[in-house]
């Protein structure tokens, strides 16, 4: 029964009849549905099929951040950090980045890097700088080029480039073999 109304409520969605969609959704995830609870959060934060609310949308980011979803956890700690609950706001997003989620990694990069939240720390910017480029953000590796210019000087720099893509290198090789 649910996985058919799952199906109803995204088949809804597709052909954007949000509102329609929404409702089922929100049945679903109050009954615990873990892909319910992401689209119904995510149609609060952006007000699709029903009115716009941070506060129910970020209600149910919290949901899905305690039980391990590190892209929610990113939200959540980005929403705590917006109601200036600093703490509790790094935490979400030091547990997202642990998870390897290359959006927190990247943040929390650039709040080390410039002390934003957190005391500067340029090492640990340049690891998570790193460790978001190797996860797939693109911006990341420009600006872990960057911060490591600033930081070690440019032989440094180029050192790190040689290391991640060597990395990167390695990395699509075995995503290769594994795929054969």
């Known amino acids: 029964m649910i996985e058919k109304t799952y199906n109803k409520a995204c088949l809804l969605y597709d052909n954007e009849l949000y509102t329609e969609s929404f409702e089922l959704f929100l049945d679903l995830a109050k009954q615990g549905n873990i892909d319910s609870i992401k689209v119904v959060a995510g149609m609060f934060a952006h007000g699709m099929g029903t009115e716009k609310n941070d506060k129910l949308a970020f209600f149910w980011y919290e ?37 390897n989620y290359a959006e927190a990694q990247y943040c929390l990069g650039a709040y080390y890097f410039y002390g934003n939240h957190v005391e500067i720390n340029k090492d640990k910017a340049i690891s998570l700088y790193k460790k978001a480029a190797l996860n797939g953000h693109k911006q990341a590796l420009d600006d872990l080029i960057w911060a490591t210019k600033d930081y070690k000087g440019i032989m440094q720099a180029i050192f790190t480039i040689v290391k991640i893509m060597i990395e990167l290198f390695k990395n699509h090789q075995k995503k290769v073999s594994d795929d054969n």
């Open 63 to 99: 949901k899905l951040a305690k039980i391990g979803d590190e892209e929610s956890q990113y939200y959540y700690g980005i929403y705590l950090l917006s109601e200036n609950k600093k703490e509790k706001g790094i935490h979400w997003l030091l547990t997202s980045a642990e998870n």
